[in-house]
């Protein structure tokens, strides 16, 4: 029997704020209530979180949310606590008298949402605690970690069909991601044992989101330029190296900005209080690696930047993706040239042939994305089986045709050849 919508409707006004579903996400939700294995694929920014954090207000027992990040986790547990949903972190950050609390709550059925690192998932005694636990469902979030296709593969994710299998009883699952590649969406659905499962899949058009590549050249003023066009509004500027993030970082800061650095070098408290910072005001521009950013929520990121060139569409797709999630402006600028792609294609030399040509592969598509004069959206959409019947008009291709592009000299030869 379908929960009324009215119910559905007045605990999102209540709980979290929202006049009205986004998309598919009632249809999710109403899907997840009925007690069926759930897939869902949108693009990030879509409103995947509340699909699973809805029912499991709704849902009598504990809602699991295996999440591969920390930061990730502790960011949706500060959100939840503040809506006033008791949502609590299983991970390893815990004293051990926090871990007891935990589950003494979650035994008592007082915990709405528990969210669980998939590390802390395979050890015995979390496993031995959540078969004493009535849990409503399972949400998978960030499922593509299950691929090896994927671009975040975490092995600990291919435990945790056998681990749920363990928990006793037949808990429905639900996997979310915004990975676009029907590949990585076969491997979900293979490993999760969900032939079963409902797929909810929305476009990936992110309409507001002006897509806008140029050439390397005078980067450093380029950039600072941009961002002092953008000043007092959050952005995100991605780089390959820590040490360039660094610099990057003090750059901006001496030019007035308020930007900090993010990357896994620096130690954990500093990382956490750069994030804290970037989501809270307190800094208005965070340079990272791409250790930066999986499932971070901060709405109103207006400008996404890739100083250097990213590794693949789907991880340019992805980071681009964290513009403009609250609807309104997102800029996304890259920056290009082909010594770029050289230096990313040398990382993967000492790896194993697969995955080197594979690897040469993603850099090949990047190289002809970045070199291309079609329309950027069209490209990006058609990387992920989408067609587009008209050029989008928001995007630097289509607002300023050139002949061919302008970075480089030596195009794209080297990986061609
Ligand atoms: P995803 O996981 O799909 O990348 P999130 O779940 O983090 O996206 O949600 C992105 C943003 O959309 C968040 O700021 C969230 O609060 C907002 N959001 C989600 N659902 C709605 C809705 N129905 N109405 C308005 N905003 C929403
Ligand atoms: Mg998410």
């Excluded at 007891?100 to 007082?110: L, M, P, S, T």
């Excluded at 030399?349 to 598509?365: F, G, I, S």
């Excluded at 002809?368 to 329309?375: A, G, I, K, L, T």
């Excluded at 008209?390 to 302008?406: M, V």
Aim: charged fraction near 25%; proline fraction near 4%; aromatic fraction near 8%.
């Amino acid at each position: 029997p379908l929960a009324p919508t009215a119910h559905l409707k007045t605990k999102l006004k209540e709980v979290f704020g929202f006049g009205q579903f986004r998309g598919t996400q009632e249809a999710v939700i109403q899907n997840i209530l009925a007690g069926h294995n759930t897939f869902v694929i949108m693009p990030t920014g879509a409103g995947k979180s509340l699909c699973y954090q809805l029912p499991a207000l709704v849902l009598p027992g504990t809602a699991i949310v295996i999440s591969p990040l920390i930061a990730l986790m502790k960011n949706q547990v500060d959100q939840l606590s503040a809506f006033g949903v008791n949502a609590q972190v299983y991970n390893s950050t815990l004293t051990k008298t926090e871990m007891n609390r935990v589950k003494k709550d979650v035994i008592a059925g007082e915990v709405r949402l528990l969210y669980v690192a998939p590390e802390s998932l395979t050890k015995e005694d979390t496993i031995a605690f959540l078969q004493k636990a009535n849990i409503s469902f399972v949400a998978i979030d960030e499922a593509h970690c299950i691929s090896e296709w994927g671009h975040d593969f975490r092995p600990e994710y291919r435990k945790i069909r056998g681990i749920i299998d363990n928990l006793g009883g037949k808990i429905p699952l639900i996997a979310l991601t915004a990975t676009a590649t029907p590949k990585v969406q076969l491997d979900i659905q293979k490993n999760l044992h969900m032939d079963d499962a409902s797929v909810f899949k929305t476009s990936f058009n992110r309409t507001n989101l002006y897509y806008e590549v140029r050439a390397k050249r005078n980067t450093k003023k380029q950039l600072i330029q941009y961002v002092q066009s953008h000043k007092g509004k959050a952005g995100i500027i991605y780089c390959l190296s820590r040490k360039k993030v660094e610099e990057v970082a003090e750059l901006l800061r001496v030019n007035d900005v308020r930007a900090l650095p993010y990357h896994a070098g620096l130690d954990p408290h500093t990382r956490m209080n750069n994030q804290d910072a970037f989501l809270s005001e307190d800094c208005d521009v965070i340079v990272a690696t791409i250790a930066f950013g999986m499932g971070i929520d901060k709405p109103d990121v207006r400008f996404v930047i890739h100083y250097d060139a990213p590794k693949s569409i789907e991880g340019y797709y992805q980071e681009t993706g964290r513009g403009g999630r609250d609807g309104l402006e997102g800029n996304c600028l890259m920056f290009y040239s082909y010594d770029d792609i050289l230096k990313l294609e040398k990382f993967s030399k000492d790896k194993p042939v697969t995955e080197r040509d594979n690897a040469r592969q993603l850099l090949l598509e990047m190289t002809n994305y970045s070199e291309s004069s079609v329309c950027r959206r069209r490209q990006l959409l058609h990387y992920f089986g989408e067609h587009l019947d008209t050029d989008c008009g928001f995007c630097d291709n289509c607002r300023h045709p050139k002949e061919k592009f302008d970075g480089t000299e030596h195009v794209g030869l080297a990986l061609r050849a």
